[in-house]
C-alpha cells in the first residue's frame, strides 16, 4: 500500500484498467478497512498481512492462481465483504 512514487492502491487501479484480467494480491502492513476495501473493490484477488508470514502468502498465491481469492483470516472475520468478492 504504502510504497514511494505510487501507493499500492493507485498501481493495482492503473494495472487493472490496463489489464483487467490481472490477479493481483496485496500484501501489506496496512490492514485498515480503508485500503481493503479500497483494494477490493479495484479487483484484487487477496489481500494479506504481513504479519500473517510467508506460509500464508504462498496459500494466497495457489487459491488466486486457481481462480479463488484469499483474504487474511483477521481480515476476513473484521472486515464485511463489499460486492460480489468471495
Known amino acids: 500500500i504504502d510504497m514511494p512514487n505510487m501507493n499500492g492502491i493507485e498501481a493495482t487501479q ?4 490496463l ?5 493481483i494480491i496485496a500484501y501489506t502492513m496496512f490492514g485498515s478497512d480503508e485500503n481493503y476495501e479500497k483494494m477490493t ?3 484484487a484477488k487477496g489481500f494479506i498481512l504481513k504479519s500473517k508470514g510467508i506460509s500464508e502468502l504462498e496459500k494466497a ?7 479463488e481469492s484469499y ?6 472475520r473484521e472486515t464485511p465483504r463489499i460486492g460480489n468478492i468471495t
Do not use: H, R, T, Y
Open 41 to 43: 473493490c479495484l479487483g
Open 71 to 76: 483474504f487474511s483470516s483477521k481480515l476476513s
Open 14 to 17: 492503473k494495472a487493472m484498467e
Open 19 to 23: 489489464m483487467p484480467g490481472l490477479k
Open 61 to 67: 498465491i495457489q487459491d488466486v492462481m486457481m481462480g
